[in-house]
């Protein structure tokens, strides 16, 4: 890594006065889906377990994960809900938009599951088990929303 | 092991409601400390120490522990604050048991209060989830809560409906407590009926925004006797974390619930719960969780909590009553709620539940429920634990 590059957490055109470090492990992953279009897991050396955000440590096992994995950018709805309530976004001030698919994403290779947004153009697919994959945003800038949300495949 | 054995002696609640502007958070604390004074027998100057604790940034008023102490009663005495989310109520208690347990005090005050009319609670909970991974969907405990839900349904075939029976429970319940928020009774087809907030939960599902405040006040054998003819001796504690991202959930199981129980049932000897527990105070934050969690709890084998729900058995006058206070969906001042629990067990044990008693109560429990799906739980017992 040549420059220092900092994750921008995006408050519409306020500023937040935060400035959270991912990590080397976030920021691997962040770089990878940036450039690439590609996810990685960590794999805990001693359980076995793929997680999804990658990190340091497997707490069941408590030992450090050095092994990267590629996962997906296929999987499975694990679980969902589609937000049906209004409420205001603390990263925005504002109403979030509703409703919204809100899925856990179990990808391909991965035994955690990844939280995104799943599209709803029609609800009655929506459903655990079902596959998806997700949406690349064209201009990524190296953070979550570089996805735009999960859709379902047939 | 405990250095001393402790019971509570005495318990005081606010009478809980959706707004109370009539007092500021200090004198909503001053009225449940004076209730719970006034059940000991006791004055602020019999108190060697305060626990006391909230949701801080739900108020976005920090360090309770300080700018509480004319209303708390804590001036020139020893105070700490915890904040555990939505466990802070039932980890005052454990926190304030151990401090008694340990030998240094000899009487503690505990208090958990909230005055949710003064925030955003769906802003405020987010804002204790990962802002990197969890916050761009994230949407407060109802979305969490959601997908628990789902997930558990996709497993055993549970419906709305099954839910719904359980809020119908509580709600009736609640008709039994005067410190409860809401104090009507509703059908299943209200709760069918109510918006549908995130799927599978309908607004009936779910607790409201409460302002309360809880105090209660724990001794150790030394005094306990003197202090009440029938204290509630605390017999376990226990307290379970297990996950960092929501995404790394168990979803369908309440693992953590389910480890705090175990760790209690084996400090106690208790072999079947479902006869040994007399009456339990679930802080149940929604429907669904009624029937999961009381197969966590080992109520229920795995997949069978509806039917459980269905054949009244957690009705009061049934085999083991649940909520007899209307629980977290009828009242959820979540500083308090914990302690609520934990208060509302007590007068089980010490035959102070009035309308909402329960017959021969010799062991209650409380839990306590937070965050990322971790857990608190208290053991309540009539006798003096033997141990």
Known sequence: MTAKENLVIESKGSGQPFNYAVGMYGSKFFKELRENRKLLGTKCPKCGK??????????????EMTEFVEVGPKGIIGTFTILRYAFIDPETGEQKPVPYGYGFIRFDGADTLFQHYISIEDESKIKIGARVEPVFSEERKGNVKDILCFKIIE | MPKKRVAIVGTGQTYHKSHRPDVNGQELINEAVKRALQDADLTIKDIDAVVIGNMDHFEGINYVDCWSVDGSGGIMKPVIKLTTGGTTGSTLAIGGYQLVASGFFEKVLIIGWEKNSESDTTGAITTAFDPVWDRLVFAGAISGLAAEAQAYMAKYGATEKDAARVSVRDRKHACNNPHAQ??????????????????????????????????????????????TAVPDWIWATANRHKYTYLGDVNWGELDSLAGASREIYAKAGIREPKKEIDVIELYQPYSFAGIIWIE?????????????????????????PINPSGGVIACNPIGATGLIRCAEAALQVMGKAEARQVPDVNFAISTGFGGCMWSDMLLHGKRKPDF
């Not at chain 1, 793929?50 to 030992?63: A, L, N, T, W």
């Not at chain 2, 059908?187 to 409201?208: G, K, N, Q, R, Y």
């Not at chain 2, 229920?300 to 009061?316: F, L, P, Q, V």
Request: charge should be negative.
């Open chain 2, 182 to 227: 809401l104090r009507r009774e509703i059908t299943i087809e209200d709760v069918l009926a109510s918006p549908m907030l995130a799927d599978p939960i309908h607004l009936l599902d779910v607790c409201p925004r409460t302002d309360g405040a809880c105090a209660v006040i724990m001794a150790n054998e030394d005094c306990a006797g003197k202090i």
């Open chain 2, 296 to 320: 966590d709890l080992g109520i229920a084998e795995r997949g069978k909590g509806a039917e459980y729900i269905w054949s009244g058995a957690t009705d009061m006058g049934g085999e083991l």
């Open chain 1, 50 to 63: 793929v997680y999804v955000p990658p990190r340091r440590v497997c707490g069941e096992c408590f030992v």
